[in-house]
């Protein structure tokens, strides 16, 4: 089951209004439980969520293969020649890999595709975000360990 896959599955269990869902194959149960305080989950999101803060359920993996993390987006940003990096999943965006490690990436640095940018961790899974461009980076546009959402800008570049 991709991660995309279980996104759905988390998303019609929300609309549905079900409390729990427990699904079992020979290769992966899981378990989704609608939680009493709000959570951002998924991985790969086929649109963004509202904006307004949801009670959204908390899917627990027992047994599942590594899914690999999709790469980022990069889009134009506004009339400039910026690119802005986005995120590819809704999770929790870290700056760097613990809080005593260096930041990945701070405002004036170079990047090159394939240099890590950010963590975004979701579902209990820490996936390195990197570069699909050359650039400098001109403004962190999110706080550290803090929530985001699928396609919400993360970083703006100035390609070189």
Known sequence: MSTQDIQQLIDFISKSGLDEVKIETSELKINVKRSATPTVIAASAPAP????????PVAQPV???????PAPV???ASASNHVTIKSPMIGTFY?????????????????????VVCII??????NE??????????????????????DQPLFIVEPI
């Open 74 to 76: 990069a889009a134009e």
């Open 49 to 56: 969520l509202p904006a307004a803060p949801v009670a959204a």
């Open 121 to 126: 961790e979701a579902m209990k899974l820490f």
């Open 129 to 150: 975000i990197e570069a699909e461009i050359s650039g400098r980076i001109v403004k962190v546009l999110v706080e550290n360990a803090t929530p985001v959402e699928y």
């Open 95 to 115: 700056r760097s890999a613990n809080p005593e490690s260096p930041m990945f990436a701070e405002v004036g640095d170079e990047i090159k595709p394939g240099k």
């Open 63 to 69: 047994a599942t293969p590594a899914a690999a993390a």
